[in-house]
């Protein structure tokens, strides 16, 4: 049912698809069935790698990405479920003798990997370069224009927007509503945005279904996929979906690891 829920929102667009964009983790720091963490998998011809929470070397393996071309990641923020797959990423590349790691991140990403990486004498060696960015910083990477824009969490986190061939996709990271976000969203192809929790649940630092299609709406966006679903959410992804849609007027589904969308 959801591959063919992803084939009714994008089959008429088939034509001119010219990215994909792989959901490797959905889900949250706690485990739950068909959801690892963090980490969107982006490809034109080259790869880009969103956040990479635990679970992410695995998914990479099971889409069969070569190793030898991941060599960028971009993350929003240093929780957990977001970064546990770093320095196993970054090994993993070291001793397959593959050219260094390129990481961007909020400002604290350097000390970050610098203290996980001293927990490990033997990687001294390994090539690791780490660009801290900081709100509405923008640059060019993999053939993608990339612009970070601050995100409401409870640490500091980014959301980015990535323009390539006259296509748009954002990744709000973990956000609670905000006018950034939204701003940074508009007229984007797809917009992957974090649902943490279903209604009625009242939280911070996170988003809701209804939260969320209010913020978007009247933004143009073509299609929205939702991710960073905790357990409450099981059972309510349907649901959770049509109450974006209903307040947004966008095509929205919800994620799950694999789900592959072309546009």
Same mark, same amino acid.
């Given at each position: ?48 790698? $969103? *956040?990479?929470?635990?679970? &992410?070397? /695995?998914? +990479? %393996?099971? !889409?069969?990405?070569? =190793?030898?071309? $991941? *060599?960028?990641?971009?993350? &929003?923020? /240093?929780? +957990? %479920?977001? !970064?546990?797959?770093? =320095? ?176």
């Amino acid at each position: 049912m959801r591959s063919h829920e992803v084939n009714l929102l994008l089959g008429a667009c088939k034509k001119y698809m010219s990215l994909k964009i792989t959901m490797l983790g959905t889900g949250v720091g706690i485990p739950q069935p068909g959801r690892s963490q963090a980490a969107v998998l982006v490809e034109n011809d080259r790869a880009l790698l $969103l *956040d990479c929470g635990a679970g &992410t070397l /695995l998914r +990479l %393996d099971e !889409v069969g990405v070569d =190793l030898e071309a $991941l *060599d960028s990641v971009l993350l &929003t923020h /240093l929780h +957990l %479920d977001h !970064v546990s797959d770093l =320095l196993a990423l970054a090994n993993a590349r070291f001793l397959a003798d593959m050219p260094g790691l390129q990481i961007f991140g909020p400002q604290g990403t350097e000390a970050y990997f610098k203290i996980a990486r001293s927990l490990y004498p033997n990687l001294d060696k390994m090539s690791v370069a780490v660009q801290e960015l900081k709100p509405m910083d923008s640059f060019t990477l993999k053939g993608f224009d990339i612009f970070a824009e601050e995100a409401r969490h409870s640490v500091t986190a980014l959301a980015y927007r990535l323009e390539s061939e006259e296509k748009i996709i954002v990744y709000s990271g973990d956000t609670q509503p905000c006018p950034r976000v939204a701003a940074l969203a508009k007229d984007a192809d797809l917009l992957i945005h974090e649902c943490s929790f279903p209604e009625p649940f009242d939280v911070t630092n996170h988003t809701t279904p209804k939260k969320l299609g209010s913020m978007i709406k009247n933004l143009g966006i073509k299609r929205v996929v939702l991710t960073h679903l905790y357990p409450q959410a099981q059972g309510c992804e349907d649901e959770m979906a049509e109450q974006v849609i209903d307040l947004s007027g966008a095509p929205t589904i919800v994620g799950w690891d694999m789900m592959s969308v072309v546009i």
